[in-house]
């Protein structure tokens, strides 16, 4: 069965610092993609990055980085340069393709605190 | 500018009462989706739709009901069914590709007084 897993309820990084958000997946799938969404505390969710699990190079936005380790089934999220705006809860989530239907599952989610 | 809108932001429900949560997007995408979010909780499919007068049941569909009659519309009435209701609801929708995130709306928090 499909499981999104984030082990770290809570994090805290000082401003202008690079942060690294774990998360780890279960499929049997062999296509699926792996997507990360913040979530500020007016409650909206954004789509940040997107890694496929057959893309080869990891993904890139700006100041974010998806660390894609498909043996360990591992899709952690690295925030370089962390900015005081980028306190927010932070989901890691997955679809699986030939599930259909673009569903979606995810991760319980990480609280990210940067410091001044 | 083309997005997602949810209303109302907050709702407050008595028992025994049917509300609907409303979504309406103007982004052209064909699917819509309804997830709930309990505190240090991640997201829960309630209810999804492909296209119009099409929808299927997500992980928690019981005590919710939904309706697509329109692209742009997909409404979601909370029934008296549903036995713990309070919760934070966001409605998202996608163009009909893999590699897209959802886009969301900005929710509605409903709570049972």
């Known amino acids: 069965a499909q499981k999104i897993t984030q082990t770290q309820p809570g994090m805290f990084v000082q401003e202008k610092e690079a942060v690294t958000l774990d998360c780890t997946y279960d499929?049997?799938?062999?296509?699926?993609?792996l997507f990360w969404y913040k979530q500020p505390s007016s409650g909206e969710m954004i789509f940040l990055i997107y890694?496929?699990?057959?893309?080869?190079q990891n993904a890139t936005e700006g100041r974010y980085s998806l660390n894609f380790q498909k043996a360990r089934k591992s899709a952690n999220l690295v925030i370089s340069a962390s900015q005081l705006g980028d306190s927010a809860m932070y989901f890691c989530?997955?679809?699986?393709?030939?599930?259909?239907?673009?569903?979606?599952?995810f991760g319980a989610g990480t609280r990210l605190f940067v410091k001044a | 500018d083309g997005g997602i809108t949810q209303s109302p932001k907050y709702l407050f429900r008595k028992e025994g009462q049917n509300v609907t949560l409303s979504c309406e997007q103007n982004?052209?995408?064909?699917?819509m989706y309804w997830y709930r979010q309990d505190p240090g909780q991640g997201l829960r499919l309630i209810y999804y739709?492909?296209?119009?007068?099409?929808?299927q049941k997500g992980d928690i569909a019981e005590g919710y009901s939904v309706s697509r009659e329109k692209k742009e519309s997909f409404p979601l009435t909370v029934t008296s069914a549903q036995k713990n209701p309070t919760a934070f609801y966001l409605c998202a929708s996608i163009p009909g590709q893999d590699n897209y995130g959802y886009t969301f709306g900005s929710g509605t928090r409903l709570t049972v007084v």
């Open positions: 982004l052209n995408h064909d699917a």
């Open positions: 499929t049997s799938d062999p296509s699926y993609g």
């Open positions: 890694q496929g699990s057959y893309d080869q």
């Open positions: 739709s492909q296209i119009v007068n099409d929808f």
């Open positions: 989530a997955m679809r699986e393709v030939n599930t259909g239907g673009f569903k979606t599952i």
